[in-house]
C-alpha cells in the first residue's frame, strides 16, 4: 500500500476540509482510526495540515466521490506512487540530524548480519567512507565500544530493497 508522503499533515487537512469518516482517512494515511480520531479532537496541532489536492495526492473529485460514498477509498495518484517507487529504488537520500549519530549502529548491524557484502558495498548503502566501514568490522573505531546496534532500516538509513538487492549481488557474485 502506498501512502502520502506527510500522513499526520495530510490527515489534518482533510479532518478539516473535508466530510470524510476517519476510516477512511486512517486508510488512505496508513494510520490507525484512533489516530485520525485523535488529531480531530486535539485543539491545537503541532504540525500543518497539508492540501493532497494542492500536492497532486488526490483530486477533488476523489473526495466528493468518498464524501458521497462511505464505503469508497481514495487512492494515491498513479504519478505519485510511480515516483515513490523510483524513490525506493535508490534507497534512502537524506539522514535526518537525529539518525546521523545511528549511522555507526548501522553499519554494525549490517556487518553482523550480511557478512558477505563488502566495506565498498556496505559504504555506498550507508553513505559512509570505506575506513570507517573497515574500522567498525575490524573493531578498531575510536567509538565501537558505544556503538548501539539498530536496524538501518528501522531507523530509515536505508531502504530495504536497497539492503535486499545488495544482498543478492554479494551472494551472485560470490
Same mark, same amino acid.
Given at each position: &500500500?502506498?501512502?502520502?508522503? &506527510? ?5 489534518? $487537512? @482533510? ?9 477512511? *482517512?486512517?486508510?488512505? !494515511? ?6 485520525? =480520531? ?14 493532497? /489536492?494542492?500536492?497532486?495526492? @488526490? ?6 466521490? !468518498? ?7 481514495? /487512492?494515491?495518484?498513479?504519478? *505519485? ?22 549511522? @555507526?549502529?548501522?553499519?554494525? $548491524?549490517?556487518? =553482523? ?11 555506498? @548503502? ?27 532500516? /528501522? ?20
Amino acid at each position: &500500500m502506498n501512502y502520502p508522503y &506527510m500522513p499526520k499533515s495530510t490527515a489534518l $487537512w @482533510l479532518v478539516e476540509n473535508t466530510a470524510l469518516s476517519f476510516e477512511q *482517512i486512517a486508510n488512505f !494515511c496508513g494510520m490507525h482510526e484512533l489516530e485520525v =480520531k485523535s488529531i480531530a479532537d486535539s485543539e491545537t496541532h503541532k504540525v500543518q495540515g497539508l492540501d493532497p /489536492v494542492l500536492n497532486g495526492q @488526490l483530486t477533488r473529485e476523489d473526495i466528493a466521490r !468518498c464524501e458521497a460514498d462511505i464505503a469508497a477509498r481514495l /487512492v494515491l495518484r498513479t504519478e *505519485i506512487v510511480e515516483a515513490q517507487k523510483k524513490q525506493n529504488k535508490k534507497g534512502v537520500g537524506y539522514t535526518p540530524k537525529l539518525h546521523r549519530q545511528n549511522r @555507526l549502529g548501522g553499519i554494525l $548491524w549490517i556487518v =553482523k548480519n550480511y557478512a558477505e557484502l563488502t566495506d565498498g558495498q556496505i559504504a555506498r @548503502l550507508m553513505r559512509s567512507t570505506n575506513p570507517t566501514v573497515a574500522s567498525i568490522r575490524n573493531k578498531t573505531h575510536k567509538s565501537y565500544s558505544n556503538i548501539q546496534i539498530q536496524s538501518p532500516i /528501522v531507523l530509515g538509513l536505508v531502504s530495504e530493497s536497497a539492503l535486499h538487492e545488495s544482498v543478492a549481488k554479494a551472494r551472485k557474485s560470490k
